[in-house]
């Protein structure tokens, strides 16, 4: 028994006299903030999930990059799509990040508070008229001054909806939805003439779907959430309705945007948001469904469309700042982003580039229908998801939004709740 | 199909050919050797059941509806073109390869240093040895998922991420293993080594010649469980590895999940990649591995 | 006997020994120990995944007892030990029985069995997803055979019972093999006296079975109640990232997973939670042993 009394004292004491591990303050030995200096050196660039489809192209651009600024070397690295923002921690905390890395709004803003992104209206500024003012806005932070990512390419599509379903609950399958009262209604009409077979939605509102529908998500300061306000509430309530009357799918508590693409798939839910992409996947994999497809436009009560929003950092702590800078730049452009939408149905984010005849001249196709119309909505599209709203603050919202539909709280409390454990996590990040 | 062959006796229990008996010599009842070979089938397609599934669905064509209702169990043109697209997206060898050399890396480092724990703790007389027993049983219980950023740090430290070594190290002497292998010693008699130990072998001499021997049914579920848990690992690679020439298996077939567009087929076919080297081995290896288990390796 | 002998062995090489473990002791202390330490330093401070924190002493421990995911994850982690540790417990022993007689193709299924162990978690996770999907093959036959369909995804504690079976089904394979194992030193003698003397099948397996593999069957109880409790991936593959409607099918790790990770996770408050775990495990085992012992003696 002394043995084990004395591991427990030995183990109390490392544990006292061990200091925190330094986590986040490691490696401070990075270069300036001044990217004027000449473009040279070896820099590594980082993207999640691009290489299996788009090896060649990557190697096209690092291979006239270098030849354009001879005496650099850029080693391009892709991470799989799992773990992501484990893997940028690690590396952050470690720290081991990339010079250039692929991000996407939500993990820019604690990278930038940890002071690992550089700020390119200081670094960059010269680059900021070649692109679109909202997808460059997309990277700035409440509370800081700065714009911490270049965007690069953006996303956004329309609603598909699936006409033989329309037709069997006596709906015309030529006149989808186009407002949320539409919506809803047409939505309730399904659910009761399949006897609660097939649902029109299958996924629970999250907070680009309350950003869409009016609601104020936060105040203007960008101190505290609002999205509890009457409009949400409204949202919410109307889910409910739906939710109740089966026009929501009873799983879409538990949904993934795969798993209700593949109820959409599976004819189980008749409409699903999606993107030019998906046509393709239709084909493939649901050749019926295909034949009876209808596309109409995302549904939105303030005029905007919401779009998703990649952008590429600098690491502010790379030797090579120039470079990294340079490089960053590079793969942005309007010329490199013009090429990079032509192999994959996503959008440019650099102006002008929307005018291109490749987004605005329609040949008959499906495809280029999708196309044409998504590039005309993404000229004023927002990025309604704030760029502080963490995944702990999603699942929070996630978690009493389903509270709700289950009939556990009233639609105002659950907001009021979610609000209120949103703002406690967003005063944690600090 | 072996599966057939080897059922066969269920339909026709009663004819007079080789009699069934147990492993005592007796005659089994055709009764119950019936019941017995239903309820093995029974259990046999709970178990393997979805596995074949998986596989069906990797071998079914691109005009093939999968999302059919009710499912069709067999794919009606089988083909291997879901298998040639997985290669054709990712490096799958070079990627299986990885993995080939982290799991043998981490079956070597864990026979070995298990072996060698296990010997300490079980046969070996020393102050400090039940504090050495605890630290192992401790470390056991300590929740991986907790702890992994320390671990990246502490290999960052150490200048070993990135590398295939850094992904073996963590886990090369996984204590549960040192824990078998010391039940297993502990399960042999004492009488052996006391003649060896007469007869003038010392320590090192006996633990390669008398004792390693005698164990080795249970070096081979350390062999099995270390391939296992090294070709299985997801999240510890990908956090240490950035390099994706570097990447193994399970972190390269998750490419196959695509960032635009996901294709079921694709990860099926994936899913079996992932599986089947496991199986033959465990397939080729199942003999030691029950023999192993039979010396009480994982007795109390 | 057996000590004098070991006693001069000490004398002849008193640093074999620590040679043989240092090996694993080394890596266990450095990868294991090492970083679990800095976990439970982290568990007394407010730190984040970029933020290195501050001492804040018992705040993290206050704010569990506040926080309904906290209960909700011990609800269901225990939970988890209340169902799945019976049924491993006595499930793999009744196929242990069934797999152990000679009869042809035997060793066929014995590995075919063990299979479900072998696959990774995430592989399994996958394949149990698609099956129970709504319109998955489950579905499809329970339909058929005019059940209806069941949401087995979808509704709270099916969702929690559905990762369960899963859990019992990789494990099956696994507890069996140590059951085959004890069943093997049973003395036949046993059980052909039971059976002079009229006992029946059913008989003899609580008369003689279960007392010769009690020991077994408290390891694994042991062993399968700490892997039960420390439960994630099957939940976290079945139910989702945020734990299932409501969040109401999080376990602890999965809460230690959701708060920690990420760049915005909360590292300090996911370690309390962590720390909860590992002492609840560590007293499971505890008590395990000791009603074992209890009742040998």
Redesign the interface.
């Known amino acids: 028994m002394s043995v084990s009394r004395r591991t427990l004292a030995a183990a109390a004491f490392v544990a006292l006299v061990l200091p925190l591990s330094a986590c986040g303050s490691g490696g401070d030995d990075g270069g300036s903030g001044d990217a004027s200096g000449k473009v040279e050196g070896d820099i590594t660039f980082q993207t999640w999930n691009l290489r299996a489809n788009f090896k060649s192209y990557f190697d096209g651009v690092i291979a006239d990059f270098e030849k354009q600024y001879p005496g650099t070397h850029v080693k391009w690295i892709d991470q799989p799509a799992e773990g992501y923002a484990d893997k940028i921690s690690a590396d952050a905390a470690g720290g081991t990040l990339p010079d250039v890395v692929n991000v996407s709004p939500d993990l820019v803003a604690p990278l930038a508070k940890a002071g690992l992104a550089l700020d390119l209206d200081k670094a960059a500024a010269k680059y900021r008229k070649e692109y679109l003012p909202g997808a460059w806005a997309s990277h700035r932070i409440p509370g800081m001054t700065g714009t911490y990512a270049f965007p690069w390419y953006l996303n956004t599509g329309p609603l598909f909806y699936n006409k033989s379903l329309f037709k069997k609950a006596g709906l015309d399958p030529d006149s989808p939805p186009k407002t949320y009262d539409d919506l809803f209604a047409d939505a309730l009409t399904m659910a009761h003439k399949s006897d609660g077979k097939v649902a029109t939605l299958a996924n629970v509102p999250t907070i680009e779907d309350f950003g869409r529908y009016g609601v104020e998500l936060m105040n203007k300061e960008g101190t505290a959430f609002t999205f509890n306000d009457a409009k949400g509430v409204q949202l919410l309530s109307k889910y409910k309705e739906l939710y109740d009357a089966k026009a929501l799918d009873p799983q879409a508590l538990t949904a993934t945007p795969e798993s209700s693409g593949r109820k959409f798939l599976t004819e189980a839910v008749a409409m699903n948001p999606g993107s030019a992409l998906d046509l393709d996947n239709f084909k493939k994999q649901a050749p019926n469904l295909y034949k009876n497809i209808g596309i109409t436009d995302q549904i939105t009560s303030t005029g905007h469309v919401n779009m998703y929003v990649m952008g590429v950092m600098v690491n502010s702590r790379t030797k090579r700042t120039p470079a990294a800078v340079a490089f960053a730049h590079y793969v942005t452009d309007a010329e490199h982003q013009m090429s990079f939408a032509k192999k994959v149905a996503i959008f440019p984010s650099t102006a002008g580039s929307l005018e291109d005849p490749y987004f605005t001249k329609e040949d008959g196709t499906d495809e280029t229908r999708v196309r044409i119309a998504a590039a005309k909505s993404l000229k004023n599209a927002v990025n309604y998801t704030p760029v502080l709203f963490s995944d702990q603050m999603k699942t929070a919202l996630r978690n009493e939004v389903a509270k709700a539909l289950q009939g556990k709280e009233s639609p105002k409390a659950a907001l009021d709740n979610a609000v209120k454990a949103c703002n406690t996590l967003l005063q944690q990040q600090g | 199909m ?2 057939l062959e ?2 066969r ?1 269920v339909s026709r229990p009663e004819a007079p050919g080789p009699r ?5 010599g007796r005659r ?1 009842r055709v009764g119950e ?1 019936v019941v ?2 239903v ?2 089938l029974v ?2 397609a ?3 059941g ?2 074949l ?2 596989l069906s ?1 990797s071998l079914k064509g ?2 093939e ?3 059919s ?3 069709k169990f067999l794919p009606g043109h089988p083909t291997l073109h879901n298998y040639e697209r997985v290669a054709d ?2 490096p799958v060898w070079d990627y299986a390869l990885n993995s080939l050399k982290v799991a043998a890396a981490n079956v070597v480092t864990n026979c ?3 072996a ?2 296990g ?3 079980a ?4 102050r ?5 027993t ?6 056991m ?3 991986v ?10 290999m ?1 430290e150490l200048g070993l ?2 590398t295939l070594v850094g992904v073996v ?2 886990g ?2 996984a ?1 549960m293993n ?1 824990l078998l292998m010391r039940n297993a010693f502990l399960n042999l008699p ?1 009488e052996i ?2 003649a060896a ?1 007469v007869d003038g072998a ?3 001499q006996r ?1 390669l010649r008398i004792a390693l021997p005698s164990v080795r049914g249970t070096l081979a579920v350390v062999a099995i469980f270390a391939f ?1 848990g090294a ?2 690992d ?2 510890w690679p ?2 240490v590895l ?3 020439s570097k ?1 193994t298996l ?3 077939l ?11 087929r694709l ?1 099926a076919a994936g ?1 079996v990649i ?2 089947a080297p ?2 033959a081995l ?2 080729c290896l ?2 030691y591995f ?1 023999r192993g ?8 | 006997m057996a000590t004098s002998t070991v006693t001069r062995v000490r004398r002849q090489l008193p640093s074999s020994p620590w040679l043989f473990a240092a090996p694993g002791l080394l890596i266990t202390g450095v990868f294991i120990l090492y970083p679990f330490v800095s976990t439970v330093v982290s568990a007394f401070t407010d730190r984040r995944t970029l933020v290195p924190g501050k001492f804040v002493g018992l705040a993290n421990f206050r704010e569990l007892l506040h926080d309904d995911m906290f209960w909700i994850g011990l609800r269901n982690s225990t939970l988890y030990i209340v169902c799945v540790v019976p049924a491993l417990v006595v499930l793999p022993l009744l196929l242990a029985l069934l797999v152990q007689k000679n009869i042809p193709g035997i060793t066929f299924f014995r590995s075919a069995f063990y299979t479900p162990v072998v696959a990774s978690i995430v592989v399994v996770g996958l394949i149990w997803v698609w099956l129970l999907d709504e319109r998955g093959l489950i579905n499809s036959l329970l339909e058929s055979v005019g059940v209806g369909r069941v949401g087995f995804l979808s509704d709270q504690w099916l969702l929690l019972f559905s990762a369960m079976a899963v859990t019992v089904w990789k494990g099956l394979g696994y507890y069996m093999i140590i059951y085959l194992a004890a069943l093997a030193n049973v003395p036949r003698e046993l059980h052909e006296a039971a059976a002079v003397d009229g006992a029946g099948a059913v008989r003899r397996f609580r008369t003689v079975t279960v007392p010769a593999v009690r020991s077994t069957m408290v390891l694994v109880g042991a062993l399968s109640s700490v892997a039960a409790f420390k439960v994630f991936s099957e939940v976290y593959l079945m139910a989702g990232p945020s734990g299932g409607p409501a969040g109401e099918d999080t376990t602890l790790v999965m809460l230690v997973q959701r708060t920690g990770t990420g760049l915005t996770g909360r590292v300090g408050y996911a370690s309390a939670i962590s720390l909860v775990v590992f002492v609840v495990t560590v007293a499971l085992m505890l008590l395990v042993l000791r009603a074992d012992r209890r009742e040998a003696s």
Request: one cysteine or more; proline letters at 6%; a negative charge.
């Open positions: 072996s599966v080897k059922a006796p069934v008996t147990d492993e005592h089994i050797l017995r070979y309820l093995l259990v046999l709970l178990t393997v979805p596995f599934w998986q669905t691109p005009t509806d999968i999302f209702s009710p499912p997206t990712i070995v240093g298990s060698l724990a010997y300490a703790l046969r070996l007389r020393y400090g040895r039940r504090v050495a605890l630290v192992f049983i401790l470390a219980l300590v929740p998922e907790g702890i992994i950023i320390a671990q990246f740090t502490t960052r991420n990135n190290l963590p090369c002497i204590a040192v004492y080594e006391e130990y010392d320590v090192w633990f296992m070709w299985d997801f999240l990908l956090i950035s390099d994706p990447f399970t972190i390269g998750n490419y196959l999940h695509g960032t635009f567009a996901n294709d079921e990860v899913t992932a599986v496991l199986i465990f397939a199942q003999r029950f288990v039979g010396e009480g390796a994982v007795k109390g």
